[in-house]
């Protein structure tokens, strides 16, 4: 199993500039989630989804968009890139039901927008 | 008050000694995760567990669930333990996905 894969692993953006970050995992889980990590801080949480179909915002939400059309695809979409948005990203999956799962995550995608 | 509180923030040992991260939370919860994140920037899970005590290796988590309290150890240290670990809870209700983490606790292991 290649568990949560990311992509990509490093990028770059202009002000204003749109990107989308793909997340897969093939672990059949229903949770899915976002996060970022800004320099020295701990993970925030900017969407999740508990299943295809069903997204809901988490702490972070702005300036960012994400759909669920199955169980293994959980994309990022940023639209207008600011530099606040340099970050670096998680996406993260678990199941949750009658045998709960650890989390795994994807490697991280390291955002700088410039 | 942060629902997940971690201590300590930084740590710094020799090779071989014996290491106490810990984690106190305030709400109620299902589980509670450790994970640890390397200089690299991956986070792997190390355990999830909702009572007693777990062990892998040198590695060993326990929680008191009357206590809102978790432990992680790590017996007879060594710099590869090197990393930031991350005491994170699933709770019982509300929403954010469920999960609250704590702002880790970084180890550093001289040789």
């Known amino acids: 199993n290649a568990g949560v894969t990311q992509t990509p692993k490093f990028r770059i953006l202009k002000i204003g500039q749109s990107m989308t970050l793909q997340c897969t995992q093939d672990m059949n889980h229903n949770y899915m989630y976002w996060y970022r990590q800004d320099p020295g801080m701990g993970l925030k949480l900017i969407y999740y989804s508990v299943g295809a179909g069903i997204t809901d915002k988490g702490e972070v939400p702005n300036g960012y968009n994400v759909s669920r059309s199955t169980t293994e695809d959980f994309p990022l979409r940023l639209e207008l890139a600011a530099p606040s948005q340099t970050s670096v990203y998680f996406c993260?999956?678990?199941?949750?039901?009658?045998?709960?799962?650890?989390?795994?995550f994807g490697n991280g995608t390291r955002l700088t927008v410039t | 008050k942060n629902e997940v509180e971690q201590s300590p923030q930084n740590l710094t040992a020799q090779e071989g000694e014996f290491i106490t991260i810990n984690c106190s939370y305030s709400?109620?919860?299902?589980?509670l995760h450790w994970l640890q994140q390397h200089p690299g920037g991956g986070i792997v899970s190390l355990f999830m567990?909702?009572?007693g005590k777990k062990k892998h290796g040198r590695l060993i988590a326990t929680i008191n669930i009357q206590e809102k309290h978790s432990s992680l150890h790590i017996t007879a240290s060594h710099p590869r333990d090197s990393a930031v670990y991350i005491c994170?809870?699933?709770?019982?209700?509300?929403?954010?996905?469920?999960?609250?983490f704590g702002k880790g606790t970084k180890l550093s292991v001289k040789p």
């Open positions: 994170a809870v699933r709770t019982t209700g509300g929403s954010q996905g469920n999960l609250i």
């Open positions: 993260a999956s678990s199941y949750l039901g009658q045998r709960d799962s650890p989390l795994h």
């Open positions: 567990l909702s009572s």
């Open positions: 709400v109620g919860i299902s589980a």
